[in-house]
C-alpha cells in the first residue's frame, strides 16, 4: 500500500543480484568462483590513494563542495577529455556525480518527459530501461545481429525512430557484448541523430578498455554539429579500478548539465569530497597503470575467449573491448535439458558454484555474461567447473 508504482515495475539491478547472490553462498562457508560482477580485480592504484589520505588528513575533505564538483576536479575531466578526445569542454559543461551510473539517472530525470521514447541497442546494460522507465520515459529496444557483432545499423535506427524518440543510448565498447562500433557506423548514427534532433548519449565507460589492436572512436569527437547533439558518460570505476569510490561524470550542452546539477543539488548535494580529491589524482596522474591493467585484461581475454568457445554449445564471436564474454548457450541449454537460461545460471551457481549472469537482464534469453575482470587461476577453475556441470548433464 506504501510503495509507488513506479517502484513496483521497478527491476532490482540484475548484476547486483547475481553478485549478492554469490556473496550470500560464500558467507555460508561455499566458495565461489565469481564471474558475474563487472569490476576490476585491481585495488585502486597506489597514488590515488595516497591522495584521498592526503585530502582527509589535511582536513580538505571534510566540507560539502560545489554540487556540479570541486572546480580542481572538473578542470581535471576537461583536460583528461581533452588529451583522449581532442574536445574543449567548459566549465559549466561538466557535471560530476556518484558514479556513472548515477549521472545517468539525472541524466534521464533532466530530460524525458513521460513517453518520450528512449532508443537503446538490445543486449543493452541491465541499468539503462529501468532507469529510462523509472524516469517515466519508454525504452525502445533495436536488436543488434548477433552476425554484426550485435551492433545496431542506422537502418534498423531509422525503423525505430518515431515524433517521440528523444534520445539513443551508444555503449561502445558495450556491456554486455564487447562489441566497438567503427567510425564509418558512428558517422551514420551521428548524421541520423542530428537530423532528427536526438540527444545522443554515449556512455564511454569502457573506452580504455579496448584489445588486439581494435580502436574506440568517441562519437563526439566526428564533428562538430554530433558534438553538440552528445552528452558524454565516463567515469574512473572502470579504467582506473575505482568501483567503490563512485565517481561518474558528464560532459555536453550546459542546458542539459545544468538541469542534471540541479536534481543532484536536491538529491546528493555532492559526490563525496574524498573521492572526488582521489579522482583529480586518477584523471591527471600516471597514466601508465591505466595502461598495465588494460594489458593483462586483453591477456585474459585471449586466454578465455579460446577456452570459453570450445566448451560444447557455447558460440560466440570474440569481443573487442569492455572486460566481457557474451556466448550464445541455445546449443548448450538443449544438450543440458534447459528450456531457459535463467535456471541453467542458477543451476549452475548451486551445483557447480560458478557465478555468471543471465542474458535476460540484458534483453536477452539464451546468452549469459561472464565477467573476466577477474585472476587467470579463478578464470581457467571456473570453465573447468562449466565443462564438468554441463557434461554431468549431458550424461544425466
Ligand atoms: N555504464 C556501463 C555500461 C556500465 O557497465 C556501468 C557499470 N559500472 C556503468 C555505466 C556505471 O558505472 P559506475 O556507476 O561504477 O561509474
Ligand atoms: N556495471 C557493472 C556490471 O555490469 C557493475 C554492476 C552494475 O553497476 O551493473 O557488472
Known amino acids: 500500500m506504501m510503495i509507488s508504482n513506479r517502484v513496483l515495475k521497478l527491476k532490482s539491478s540484475a548484476t547486483l543480484a ?65 588529451e583522449d578526445y581532442g574536445l574543449d569542454y567548459k566549465l559549466n559543461e561538466v557535471v560530476v556525480g556518484t558514479g556513472a551510473k548515477f549521472i545517468l539517472f539525472i541524466l534521464f530525470q533532466a530530460i524525458l518527459n513521460e513517453g518520450d521514447e528512449v532508443i537503446m541497442p538490445s543486449p543493452y546494460w541491465v541499468s539503462y530501461s529501468e532507469q529510462v522507465e523509472l524516469c517515466e520515459g519508454t525504452p525502445v ?28 543510448i551508444l555503449n561502445s565498447p558495450c556491456n554486455p557484448t564487447g562489441a566497438i562500433y567503427t567510425r564509418e557506423e558512428l558517422e551514420k548514427i551521428g548524421k541520423w541523430a542530428v537530423k532528427h534532433n536526438i540527444l545522443l548519449v554515449a556512455d564511454d565507460i569502457y573506452g580504455k578498455l579496448v584489445y588486439n589492436g581494435n580502436v574506440f572512436t568517441p562519437i563526439a569527437t566526428l564533428s562538430e554539429e554530433i558534438k553538440k547533439q552528445t552528452i558524454i558518460i565516463n567515469g574512473v570505476s572502470k579504467s582506473y579500478a575505482m568501483t567503490g569510490w563512485r565517481m561518474g561524470y558528464a560532459l555536453g550542452d550546459s542546458s542539459i548539465i545544468s538541469q542534471m546539477i540541479k536534481i543532484a543539488s536536491q538529491a546528493t548535494s555532492n559526490l563525496t569530497a574524498v573521492t572526488q580529491y582521489a579522482a583529480i589524482e586518477a584523471l591527471t596522474g600516471d597514466q601508465q597503470q591505466v595502461e598495465e591493467m588494460r594489458q593483462v585484461f586483453e591477456k585474459r581475454l585471449n586466454h578465455v575467449y579460446d577456452r570459453v ?5 557455447f558460440k560466440i564471436d570474440k569481443p573487442q573491448g569492455a ?27 548451486e551445483e557447480a558454484h560458478v557465478s555468471v549472469v543471465t542474458g535476460e537482464g540484458f534483453g536477452t534469453n539464451k546468452h549469459i555474461r561472464l565477467s573476466y575482470a577477474t585472476d587467470l587461476d579463478t578464470l581457467n577453475s571456473a570453465i573447468d567447473q562449466i565443462v564438468a556441470f554441463v557434461d554431468k548433464k549431458q550424461n544425466k
Open 141 to 168: 529496444f533495436v536488436e543488434g545481429k548477433e552476425d554484426n557483432h550485435f551492433k545496431v545499423t542506422v537502418e534498423d535506427l531509422e525503423k525505430a525512430t518515431t515524433k517521440k524518440t528523444k534520445a539513443f
Open 18 to 82: 547475481a553478485a549478492a547472490k554469490a556473496k550470500e553462498l560464500e558467507e555460508k562457508g561455499i566458495e565461489i568462483l565469481n564471474l558475474a560482477l563487472g569490476e576490476p580485480d585491481f585495488e585502486t592504484p597506489i597514488n590515488i590513494r595516497k591522495a584521498a589520505i592526503a585530502s582527509i588528513e589535511s582536513g580538505r575533505a571534510s566540507f560539502y563542495t560545489p554540487v556540479a564538483g570541486e572546480k580542481e576536479l572538473i578542470e581535471a575531466v576537461i583536460s583528461r577529455t581533452k
Open 323 to 349: 572486460f566481457y564474454l557474451y556466448p550464445d548457450i541455445s546449443e548448450c541449454l538443449v544438450l543440458c535439458g534447459y528450456d531457459n537460461v535463467t535456471n541453467w545460471v542458477n543451476d549452475l551457481l
Open 309 to 313: 568457445s570450445e566448451i560444447p554449445g
